[in-house]
């Protein structure tokens, strides 16, 4: 099955800073690639996503590039906030009616 | 739409004890997945079904646990006899599973088991 892993497990930066959070994905198969973002004592929530037939979706400060070779896509967040401050949560799946696997969740803290 | 709503919000239950945890998905959403959030494991998909049949039960860790799905509108995840172990949020969420897009989370239920 589905395989989807994320390192670092915390991220640290400074306010203004940009923030890379990079996964890795097993399953040559998957084709719809989300992000959720979930603060503190809340459900994840869907903040961009990405389908194999781009390399690139941007929204605003927030961007998710995919390497299909490499197996791998990230989340770009540029001039970071203090309200950016969450866990991002990654994950793979592979088409209509198919699961959603998740990778572990990177903690990312926004210093001001 | 109020979104996917789970029931309760919160639960502490003593070792042993019967656990029930109720979902009512999107109407119109044909996919249902239950996941469970711990710290160290982050979130696992434990089960999910398509058109209200179970299609993938692997991450179900044990015996103890089942999940059912009667109808469209909703769900159970039973823990039958619960442990301490299996203390963690619990999320239900939804999906239109005819097109490839987002999942959407339920507020989730906080287990304590004691």
């Known amino acids: 099955g589905e395989n989807v892993e994320q390192h670092p497990s915390t991220l640290s930066v400074q306010e203004g800073d940009s923030a890379v959070i990079k996964c890795t994905y097993s399953d040559s198969a998957s084709n719809y690639f989300p992000w959720y973002k979930q603060e503190l004592g809340k459900r994840p929530q869907l903040i961009i996503d990405i389908r194999s037939n781009v390399g690139e979706k941007k929204d605003q400060r927030i961007a998710v590039t995919l390497n299909k070779t490499a197996k791998h896509f990230s989340l770009h967040i540029t001039e970071t906030q203090p309200e950016d401050s969450a866990v991002y949560f990654c994950a793979a799946g592979t088409g209509a009616n198919s699961k959603l696997t998740f990778g572990k969740g990177i903690t990312l803290s926004v210093r001001p | 739409d109020a979104g996917v709503i789970q029931s309760p919000r919160h639960e502490v239950t003593e070792m042993g004890q019967e656990v029930t945890l109720r979902c009512k998905p999107i109407?119109?959403?044909?996919?249902l997945f239950w996941y469970r959030q711990t710290m160290m494991r982050g979130l696992e998909l434990l089960i999910y079904?398509?058109?209200?049949?179970?299609?993938?039960d692997s991450g179900m860790p044990e015996d103890r646990f089942s999940a059912k799905m009667p109808n469209a509108s909703f769900s159970t995840l039973k823990i039958q006899p619960s442990e301490p172990r299996d203390s963690a949020v619990y999320f239900c969420?939804?999906?239109?599973?005819?097109?490839?897009?987002?999942?959407?989370f339920g507020q989730g239920t906080r287990l304590t088991v004691v």
């Open positions: 109407s119109g959403h044909n996919s």
């Open positions: 969420a939804s999906r239109l599973g005819t097109v490839n897009t987002e999942a959407f």
């Open positions: 079904f398509n058109n209200n049949v179970p299609i993938d």
